[in-house]
């Protein structure tokens, strides 16, 4: 079963815009990543936050990390065409499986 | 350096055939995952191999089996196919996998899409 439940399962906005993306997990993580997939093709490795950070930045990335309350977020700054992927986060515990969440399928219109 | 290669790229079986798929990590690599991609199911832990073992297996029946070779070289094993086997099989791999408590990214190849008339 998966551990993550992503919010919204899809989200299409204009280029220029700001994509923020939902992931809520149900048992406590070590880490939390986040991945984008084009259409059938393999993961890319995105972003990792570690549990005892709250907000990480990367480019026009960033994430935030609520361990409270098992959520973690994705905003997409400027949005491009070029992001229109799906997006995964993914959670981890020492010894353990990674387990992918649900995805958000992003669409960035130009 | 080169990134994960899975071969075949894309598979046709008929139900009951078994199939192999490969995967090829990145060089120094030695932890070797399988997923498998569904539209219904989304993404899928099958196993995971370091150093020749299987480390962490997800929740699939025993006809996907899989191992890992002295070059971290993987393959996985499909026997008995069926309808509902038809899908995309990703291979990541990573350093440490499992055993650096989700701090190892997992780097993925293209994938292999398999289906089963």
């Known amino acids: 079963s998966q551990q993550g439940e992503e919010d919204p399962q899809a989200l299409s906005i204009q280029e220029g815009e700001n994509a923020t993306m939902n992931c809520s997990y149900k048992t406590s993580i070590n880490n939390l990543q986040w991945y984008r997939q084009n259409s059938g093709r393999g993961l890319v490795h995105l972003i990792l936050i570690r549990s005892n950070e709250r907000e990480k930045h990367s480019g026009r990335l960033r994430v935030t990390l609520d361990t409270s309350k098992k959520s973690s977020s994705l905003l997409i700054t400027a949005s491009r065409a070029a992001d229109t992927a799906s997006y995964f986060c993914?959670?981890?515990?020492?010894?353990?499986?990674?387990?992918f969440g649900t995805g958000t399928r992003l669409q960035v219109f130009p | 350096k080169a990134g994960v290669t899975q071969t075949p790229r894309y598979l046709i079986k008929t139900r009951g055939q078994q199939v192999t798929l490969s995967c090829s990590p990145i060089?120094?690599?030695?932890?070797v995952s399988w997923y498998q991609q569904t539209p219904g199911q989304g993404l899928q832990f099958l196993f995971e191999y370091f150093s020749e073992t299987q480390r962490n297996k997800g929740n699939f029946p025993g006809r996907f089996s899989g191992r890992q070779f002295s070059n971290s070289r993987s393959e996985m094993n499909v026997s008995t196919l069926e309808l509902g086997d038809s899908a995309l099989y990703l291979c990541?791999?990573?350093?440490?996998?499992?055993?650096?408590?989700?701090?190892?990214?997992?780097?993925f190849g293209p994938g292999t899409r398999l289906t089963v008339l």
């Open positions: 993914a959670t981890a515990t020492f010894g353990d499986k990674l387990i």
């Open positions: 060089s120094g690599h030695r932890s």
């Open positions: 990541a791999s990573s350093l440490v996998g499992a055993g650096a408590g989700g701090t190892d990214t997992q780097y």
